[in-house]
């Protein structure tokens, strides 16, 4: 099975700020990796799919990258709406694409 | 609008049964790949299972922790998925969503889950 880590596990910034999340599968998956955004109390969103093509209507301050083993989600100017738990998740093998721990991305 | 809403969960004991409901709307449910993913409050997330579009087969797959004991099934004349749960465990507490699976392209054809109904609370417990 392919694992995904992610770090860090949760991070505080303030409105403005550049947010990076990291996310590592065990092993090498190409490009076949998506991002998605949940906030308290809803159903996660789709934000990026293979790992860096916005989902249609994600704002463009969101940016993913890497390919391989290794992933960056990208914030930028984050705003109050983006404080959320982020997921990255492997779509590699399918159906059984595993999802990552969770960031979790709060105010400062 | 694209929406799915799911029903049918509460309360049931270790060893009951449990069906859940999601009714589709806004897209052409009968060609949509459909999936159960669960999350325990709090935690993180995790596929349970997959049903396949009747014209790719309508065949089905499911996470190892709910296999043999979990089906998922669908009615395309009434736009409705089904997750029936059978022998129910403690730790199948969790928040049940379904979901739908769409491939995305063009430079490379990534499956996403791609739109999540609200979910539905599952309890197993005495």
């Known amino acids: 099975d392919i694992q995904m880590t992610q770090s860090p596990s949760s991070l505080s910034a303030s409105i403005g700020d550049r947010v990076t999340i990291t996310c590592r599968s065990s092993?090498?998956?190409?490009?076949?990796l998506n991002w998605y955004q949940q906030k308290p109390g809803k159903a996660p969103k789709l934000l990026i799919y293979?790992?860096?093509t916005l989902q249609s209507g994600v704002p463009s301050r969101f940016s993913g990258s890497g390919s391989g083993t290794d992933f960056t989600l990208t914030i930028n100017n984050l705003q109050p709406d983006d404080f959320a738990t982020y997921y990255c998740?492997?779509?590699?093998?399918?159906?059984?694409?595993?999802f990552g721990p969770g960031t979790k991305v709060e105010i400062k | 609008e694209v929406q799915l809403v799911e029903s049918g969960g509460g309360l049931v004991k270790p060893g009951g049964s449990l069906r859940l409901s999601c009714a589709a709307s806004?897209?052409?449910?009968?060609?949509?790949?459909m999936t159960w993913v669960r999350q325990v409050p709090g935690k993180g997330l995790e596929w349970v299972g997959l049903?396949?579009?009747?014209?790719?087969?309508?065949?089905?797959d499911y996470a190892a922790p709910v296999k043999g004991r979990f089906t998922i099934s669908r009615d395309d004349s009434k736009n409705t998925l089904f997750l029936q749960m059978n022998s129910l465990k403690t730790e199948d507490t969790a928040i049940y969503y379904c979901?739908?699976?769409?491939?995305?392209?063009?430079?490379?054809?990534?499956?996403?889950?791609?739109?999540w109904g609200q979910g539905t609370m599952v309890t197993v417990s005495s």
């Open positions: 979901t739908t699976y769409t491939i995305f392209g063009p430079v490379i054809m990534v499956w996403t889950f791609d739109v």
């Open positions: 806004g897209f052409t449910f009968s060609d949509s790949w």
């Open positions: 049903i396949k579009s009747e014209s790719d087969g309508g065949t089905t």
């Open positions: 092993q090498t998956i190409s490009r076949f």
């Open positions: 293979g790992a860096s």
């Open positions: 998740q492997h779509s590699y093998i399918t159906p059984m694409g595993s």
